[in-house]
C-alpha cells in the first residue's frame, strides 16, 4: 500500500522548454547553449552547479567563457529561467488531492537559480512551494544528483519511509531504476501526463 509520493520537479511538475532556453541564450550572445545543456547529462558544469559543486557566480562565469557579447547577471539568470515556462495549475491541484491521502516529498536535481524561478509559480495555488511538500529534497543543498543511488539512500535516511510504501514520480527512467534499487515502487511521468488520472493505477 502506498503511502508517501515522491516527485521530481522539472519535466513531472514544472515544464521544461529546452528550445526556448537556448533562444534566450544566443540572444543575449551565447552562440550554443544546447551543448551546455547536453553536457548536464555528462558531469559537465552545468552538473556540477546542480550538485552545487560550484555556485551561481561560478556558474555564469563558465556561461560567459563562451559568449560574444558581454551579458549582465540578470541576463544569464532570465535566459536560465527560460527553461522553465511555468507549472499548471492542474498540477498544484493535484498535489493538493494527493496530499490528503499520502505524505508528499520533492526529490530534484536542480540549482539555486531554478529555485528562485519556479518557488512564485506555486503561489497561484494560494501556498508556498515548500507547503505542498513534507520535505524537499534539492539535489544542489545535498550535493548529489540524481541517478546517484546515494541520494535516495540520503532521503530515505532521512524522511525514515519505507520504500515499499513509497512511489517515486519521475520523467527518467534512469533515474527511476536507481529508485527502484532500494525497492522504492516507481512511476514514469511526462509533463503532459495528468497526475490524478495516470498515476492511480500505481496508486
Avoid at 133 to 144: A, N, T, W
Amino acid at each position: 500500500m502506498i503511502k508517501n509520493i515522491i516527485f521530481d520537479l522539472g519535466g513531472v511538475l514544472v515544464k521544461l522548454d529546452k528550445i526556448r532556453c537556448i533562444e534566450a541564450f544566443k540572444n543575449i550572445g551565447h552562440p550554443d547553449f544546447g551543448r551546455i545543456i547536453n553536457e548536464y547529462f555528462q558531469d559537465g558544469f552545468f552538473m556540477d552547479y546542480e550538485k552545487g559543486l560550484i555556485d551561481t557566480d561560478e556558474f555564469r562565469y563558465m556561461v560567459r567563457k563562451d559568449m560574444t557579447l558581454p551579458a549582465t547577471d540578470k541576463e544569464i539568470d532570465d535566459a536560465m529561467a527560460a527553461f522553465l515556462p511555468g507549472i499548471p495549475i492542474e498540477k498544484l491541484n493535484a498535489l493538493k488531492l494527493f496530499s490528503s491521502r499520502y505524505r508528499l516529498f520533492l526529490l530534484s536535481n536542480t540549482n539555486p537559480t531554478a529555485i528562485e524561478t519556479v518557488k512564485p509559480m506555486f503561489l497561484k495555488g494560494g501556498q508556498n512551494m515548500e507547503d505542498y511538500f513534507e520535505k524537499m529534497y534539492l539535489s544542489f543543498e545535498m550535493k548529489c544528483a540524481k541517478p546517484d543511488p546515494k541520494i535516495f539512500r540520503m532521503l530515505l535516511d532521512d524522511s525514515a519511509i519505507i520504500p515499499e510504501e513509497t512511489l517515486f514520480v519521475d520523467d527518467s527512467k534512469i533515474n527511476l531504476d536507481a529508485a527502484s534499487l532500494f525497492g522504492i515502487k516507481t512511476a514514469l511521468m511526462l509533463q503532459e501526463n495528468d497526475l490524478i488520472i495516470d498515476l492511480e493505477p500505481y496508486l
